[in-house]
């Protein structure tokens, strides 16, 4: 499949589900995978998840601007690069973000969430 | 460990502005024939091309100010993950424009680091 489709399919399925299934997240991340959210340092399924699902706001809704994705060597993986507007339910305006995704396949033929670092930018 | 990811991360970051800045050219020193950078989602592979398209950018002289840097292993890879976001000011512009850039460095067997993957964003407002 082309690679370029395979970040979009994932970038879909990620924002999809984080913005009406939260805890759903926790398909996509493994024992080693890493979250860097807002310069938080977060490791593993769980902790992750739960960082995720304990976030100030209940609702929101991602909406997606660019999407890069290179290869990132011999391993298979695939670095992909997004940014977008994030409108929290209540909030008058949508806040900016950039968000950096390390995938990994697994042998089930999908992909994991090895590295993830997230940051609003501000104006 | 993570303090020392963070470090590495961090001095590269520095160093790889402070050449962009002063030094373009030489950035080529940072890349190798597998690099692949997309700038503004146009993809180049390799450092003479990666090169070329670095000092054919429409601005003489820019300065990099840098807000954030977030560094994190890459199991797989045995490389690091580096996000970095911050303002770029172009010579004979009035405002600066806000970036978000990615990049992938592997180990070298000299003991560097080069950059294996490189993205590129402008953020805009």
Known sequence: MDPDAVAKAFVEHYYTTFDSNRAGLANLYQESSMLTFEGQNTQGCQSIVAKLTSLPFQQCQHAITTVDCQPSGPAGGMIVF??????????????????????????????YVLNDIFRLNYA | MEEQVEMVGRAFVDHYYHLFDNDRSSLSSLYQPSSILTFEGQNIQGVEDISTKLNQLPFDQCQHEISTVDSQLSATTGGIMVFVSGSLRVSGEHHSLRFSQMFHLIPTLQGTL???NDIFRLNYG
């Open chain 2, 114 to 116: 080069f950059v294996q």
């Open chain 1, 82 to 111: 997004v940014s977008g507007n994030l409108q929290l339910t209540g909030e008058q305006h949508a806040l900016k973000f950039s968000q950096m995704f390390h995938l990994m396949p697994t042998p089930q033929g999908s992909f």
